[in-house]
């Protein structure tokens, strides 16, 4: 499964050409937006673009959009009911994830200086921060279409075993050390397919499956 909270530094921070009050930075290559009070070089949270954050870890951390009693938004630009995280443009200038203090995980109760630079921190102490956002009418077909292919396409291929996330190289590469033999493929993009000839255990097929 893919991963999508990391802990990662802050690099090459700059003010942003269109707002007095935004800064951009960069995390694992991708440029973030930022306010005032973050600093070149500090050790944070970087959730990538595609990651859905926990009810909990939103409210913990103020994200979502609130409004107090006479309208104004006292709370982050996150939906309250999506919570995902992804790319947006401010004042001109992308924004591909988000960055937060260290602190934002403070509430887990685990001992900050025991996380180190590249640790994923997707859940902490029991505590969820981030998963995979699958919006919902695709999550319901897609729950559907797993119940239905579970015999067919799982259990009557045994030798065939379906993979779905591969974790990206930017945020796993701490995990190599100095010394390690390694072996690099090419990544085609394009359509996702699966082929082989496998061993198939025979089922009772209805009209829909002839």
């Known amino acids: 499964m893919s991963n999508y909270a990391y802990v990662t530094t802050l690099k090459n921070l700059r003010k942003h050409p269109n707002a007095d009050r935004l800064q951009l930075g960069e995390c694992f290559g991708n440029t973030v937006c930022l306010d005032l009070s973050y600093a070149e070089g500090e050790i944070g949270v970087y959730i990538s673009e ?27 630009y996150l939906d309250p009911n999506k919570r995902n995280v992804k790319t947006i443009a401010l004042r001109g200038e992308k924004s591909d994830g988000l960055f937060l203090s260290l602190s934002a995980l403070v509430y887990t109760g685990i001992n900050l200086d025991e996380i180190n630079i590249g640790d994923c921190v997707d859940t902490l102490n029991g505590h969820v921060i981030a998963t995979k956002y699958v919006p919902r009418g695709k999550e319901i077909k897609s729950q559907i279409n797993k119940t239905k292919n579970k015999i067919k396409n799982q259990e009557n291929i045994p030798y065939f075993f379906e993979h779905i996330d591969t974790p990206q190289l930017w945020y796993s590469k701490d995990m190599f050390k100095p010394g390690e033999i390694i072996c690099l493929t090419e990544k085609v993009h ?9 061993l198939v255990i025979k089922y009772k097929q209805n009209i829909i499956d002839k």
Do not use: H, M, V
């Open 50 to 76: 595609g990651a859905q954050l926990s009810e909990e870890f939103c409210e913990e951390n103020n994200l979502c959009r609130k409004k107090d009693a006479a309208g104004n938004n006292i709370g982050g």
């Open 190 to 198: 394009g359509t996702s397919s699966r082929n082989a000839n496998a």
